[in-house]
């Protein structure tokens, strides 16, 4: 179990993570969302005891990261995969990890065989490619056999063998009943790997729930209703219990399927030019909740969707 | 113990310590031939300090060995992996100047006996036996001086972070500000003698024995007040002041 509270860091007057508060449940994976910028990964380095927070703090099972004992055999994390020596081998790189927190010799060569590295556990990890990087860096973070781990955006860069491969490898650890964090800006992605979902935006918590929950809002059904006199419909839809919003020179209206509003606006005898069911997708929910929190916008009219816009991370 | 294993295997599983290694002997030993081979019995017979002429260029590369020890530690975020495996900085910083500072001291010891072993070996007929303290100060004593600006240099490396930063503040400072501070007016002199690298020097080539001593053999004398051993006590208790200022930035700073 891994407990936020108040947690805060700023940086001069720039607040990177403000008052953030949120609980990522033990035996379960949850995702970590946010766009870019939203402060995730400084929110992930405060948890693991590499940042100083400027206010709260974190605790893992009731501890600081830094008054844990031998951390690898509690917590696993992988930050950057790049954060290894180019010229050491992969099995020196575990080696000296495994060596910092006592652990078995042998248990480097498991962990190379768990992620597929065996083959090139001698050559220098400078020459591997992102895929073998992160591979590496999760063969690092499973050295300790910890209960806990944390992944910053883990599918960063991958190919989509990659990326599967990453899918696949949440899965089974949540499986193992390990309690697995996970940073991503893309909901799609966290929607396949998460059932838990923190949300942040400009450091800001935007919301926590279930994955389920939290889709189930995103898509929420809406229908689009355009006609040249539409008062009276309004008027008989507030009263049968739908939400209305004006769209330009028509109405959203959720709450209510198109049968029924059809039926409505019959009784009320509008003129419809347009009944159609309008289904929100993820991204777009997601850009909804977070829209007002991205730090750095695009002024780009009729911009693509952010499914295609964020190849990049950190 | 562990912190130490752990350091030893980081240290010699990247190539820059070995190739530090390797220039720092070729260049100490190579000096200890050429004087050995150019010395004239009739001008300026060969001696003990004049075998460790190249003393002063292994350091530099010595410090620089220590200094990459760290910084490519920053420069490749692996301190931040050692930080996440062992959160306790101060002993993870304190166990990497003593490997490095172990290092540097064998390092001093081959290159100084080698020196003398094979200016011994050119001018068999010389007499370089080791008799005095002086002697056993000038040959053994590059050891210790190794090790102790490694540690000054892993602390400036932890300070500054940057490879080319620290290595050139260690460089600016060892070879153009020491020297140089001498050209300051009225207390040029006095300031000198206060500098840390040439107090350490004090050790090695302090207090000579004055019928062996000539000042155009050797590494240039230390003019340092202070006797060879107060000297490098003085120097010791700089490195280690170093090292805890950087062992506090360290651990209050984001890594």
């Given at each position: 179990?891994?407990?936020?509270?108040?947690?805060?860091?700023?940086?001069?007057?720039?607040?990177?993570?403000?008052?953030?508060?949120?609980?990522?449940?033990?035996?379960?994976?949850?995702?970590?969302?946010?766009?870019?910028?939203?402060?995730?990964?400084?929110?992930?380095?405060?948890?693991?005891?590499?940042?100083?927070?400027?206010?709260?703090?974190?605790?893992?099972?009731?501890?600081?990261?830094?008054?844990?004992?031998?951390?690898?055999?509690?917590?696993?994390?992988?930050?950057?995969?790049?954060?290894?020596?180019?010229?050491?081998?992969?099995?020196?790189?575990?080696?000296?990890?495994?060596?910092?927190?006592?652990?078995?010799?042998?248990?480097?060569?498991?962990?190379?065989?768990?992620?597929?590295?065996?083959?090139?556990?001698?050559?220098?990890?400078?020459?591997?490619?992102?895929?073998?990087?992160?591979?590496?860096?999760?063969?690092?973070?499973?050295?300790?056999?910890?209960?806990?781990?944390?992944?910053?955006?883990?599918?960063?860069?991958?190919?989509?063998?990659?990326?599967?491969?990453?899918?696949?490898?949440?899965?089974?650890?949540?499986?193992?009943?390990?309690?697995?964090?996970?940073?991503?800006?893309?909901?799609?992605?966290?929607?396949?790997?998460?059932?838990?979902?923190?949300?942040?935006?400009?450091?800001?918590?935007?919301?926590?729930?279930?994955?389920?929950?939290?889709v189930a809002q995103a898509t929420e059904n809406t229908v689009l209703v355009r006609g040249p006199q539409l008062g009276h419909l309004r008027t008989a839809l507030g009263q049968a219990g739908a939400s209305v919003r004006d769209e330009g020179a028509g109405l959203v209206v959720s709450g209510m399927d198109c049968a029924d509003i059809g039926e409505l606006a019959a009784r009320t005898q509008t003129v419809l030019h347009e009944l159609s069911p309008q289904r929100g997708s993820l991204e777009e929910a997601f850009m909804q909740l977070t829209g007002d929190s991205v730090e750095y916008h695009t002024e780009i009219a009729d911009a693509p969707t952010p499914a295609t816009l964020v190849p990049a991370g950190k | 113990m562990t912190l130490l294993a752990v350091e030893r295997i980081k240290l010699f599983t990247t190539r820059s310590p070995w190739w530090c290694t390797l220039i720092a002997l070729v260049l100490t030993i190579g000096f200890g031939a050429l004087m050995a081979g150019t010395s004239d019995e009739a001008i300026a017979p060969l001696n003990v300090a004049a075998t460790q002429f190249g003393y002063g260029f292994g350091l530099v590369v010595v410090m620089v060995m220590a200094t990459l020890a760290i910084t490519t530690e920053y420069r490749f975020s692996t301190i931040r992996a050692t930080f996440l495996a062992v959160p306790n900085r101060p002993s993870t910083l304190v166990a990497k100047a003593t490997v490095v500072a172990v290092l540097a001291a064998v390092v001093g010891e081959i290159a100084a006996f080698g020196s003398w072993g094979i200016a011994g070996a050119i001018k068999p007929n010389v007499d370089l036996a080791i008799n005095t303290a002086y002697e056993w100060r000038a040959v053994a004593g590059v050891g210790l001086v190794y090790a102790l600006s490694a540690v000054v240099a892993v602390a400036v490396g932890v300070l500054i972070r940057h490879s080319a930063g620290a290595i050139a503040v260690l460089l600016i400072w060892n070879q153009l500000v020491e020297p140089l501070v001498q050209l300051i007016p009225r207390v040029g002199d006095d300031i000198h003698k206060w500098m840390p690298f040439n107090i350490a020097n004090k050790l090695v080539t302090g207090n000579p024995d004055p019928t062996t001593r000539d000042v155009l053999q050797g590494p240039p004398p230390s003019d340092a007040v202070l006797g060879p051993w107060p000297a490098i006590g003085v120097f010791a208790a700089f490195a280690a002041v170093l090292l805890g200022i950087a062992i506090v930035v360290a651990n209050r700073r984001d890594a």
């Open positions: 179990m891994i407990e936020a509270v108040g947690l805060t860091k700023s940086y001069g007057k720039t607040l990177a993570v403000d008052n953030l508060s949120f609980s990522v449940p033990t035996g379960r994976v949850t995702g970590f969302l946010g766009p870019n910028g939203a402060g995730k990964s400084t929110t992930m380095r405060m948890i693991l005891g590499l940042d100083t927070p400027t206010g709260g703090s974190a605790l893992i099972d009731g501890k600081r990261y830094r008054d844990l004992h031998q951390p690898l055999r509690t917590v696993g994390a992988l930050l950057d995969a790049k954060w290894v020596h180019p010229n050491r081998s992969a099995r020196a790189h575990l080696q000296w990890l495994a060596r910092s927190n006592k652990l078995p010799a042998k248990r480097v060569d498991e962990v190379l065989e768990i992620v597929g590295l065996t083959a090139v556990a001698g050559k220098r990890a400078g020459g591997f490619s992102l895929g073998m990087s992160q591979r590496l860096g999760i063969a690092a973070a499973l050295l300790g056999d910890p209960q806990v781990l944390l992944f910053d955006e883990p599918v960063n860069g991958l190919d989509p063998e990659g990326i599967l491969w990453i899918r696949k490898f949440m899965h089974r650890l949540a499986e193992e009943g390990r309690t697995v964090f996970v940073s991503s800006h893309l909901l799609s992605e966290m929607a396949l790997t998460a059932q838990e979902l923190v949300v942040i935006g400009r450091g800001k918590l935007i919301s926590q729930s279930s994955t389920e929950d939290f | -």
